[in-house]
């Protein structure tokens, strides 16, 4: 079955320049509003593993969707009102949170997400004017609000769904190293020929891999990030010569060396790490293995 006709349009918001302009001037109000790190690492998820951003927007949705059947439902007014509020109040840390994964997404990906930004909020707006009608005693108009803020709010999520599943906003994109790459042991070089604390590139079975020697200690990572698959060998290296050496990649990413742990975000899911051993003279390496 192919896509409906009517949904292709929304393929084109990524390639859509015109919005280019407004992701320049939010993008960097974002970036200073959300500091410290730390704060912007439980926006994005981190601790948690994985974006938070799908999870907390399920309060708001399934309150709304639960005030739109109320509504066309007798005597159940107070209980659809309280159900807005709810809503409303819930959809704040989903707020926060979506922008936070957006201000370090991907020029494509700001694009969709700045009208699916738009959607929602406008949405939340009319909540907000909804609630204040219903509370004031415009029970009809605050229920016609209702309809028309949860159309938007659909639209929002749909919006949402091509960001998360056709775009791949949030997926781990190093997660296909683990099924493509070659089982068992494969050489990469000579020990001698990998220079001291500094990362080069190799590559087995076409698979690239970021390596970085510390002596005898040989540390190899999927030159992948998690988060938006941009190659870890064109980060910056932060104290090569120590244990807790990290990388940071161009989206801002910080991944640790020696374990391919997420330092700061916005990935939330490590780096491919895969083992490694001096065989004779060679360096070898291999899928970690359960």
Known sequence: MRELPFLKPVAKLEDLRVLDPVVDRLRPLLLKVMKPRALEDVLHGVPAGHPVHPVLVQIPVGTWTSAALLDALPGT?????????????????????????????????????????????????????????????????????????????????????????????????????????????????????????APVRREVGGEQLFVLRRGGRVDVLADVSSHLGEPLSDGVLTDPGHGRATVTTSAGSEFEIATGEVVHGPATAPAVRLESRVNGDLVEVRLPQP
């Open 77 to 197: 007014a107070r209980t659809a009102r309280l159900l807005v509020g709810v809503g409303l109040v819930a959809a704040a840390p989903a707020i926060l949170t979506g922008w936070a994964d957006w201000a370090r997404s991907g020029r494509r990906e700001q694009r969709v997400g700045l009208v699916h930004a738009a959607a929602n909020e406008i949405g939340w707006v009319l909540y907000a004017l909804s609630w204040a009608d219903r509370r004031w005693g415009s029970e009809g108009r605050g229920r016609v609000l209702g309809w028309t803020a949860y159309g938007l709010i659909g639209v929002g999520g749909y919006l949402g769904g091509h960001l998360g599943y056709r775009q791949a906003v949030g997926a781990n994109r190093a997660q296909a190293v683990l099924t493509r790459f070659p089982a068992g042991w494969h050489p990469i070089g000579a020990l001698e020929d990998l220079p001291e604390e």
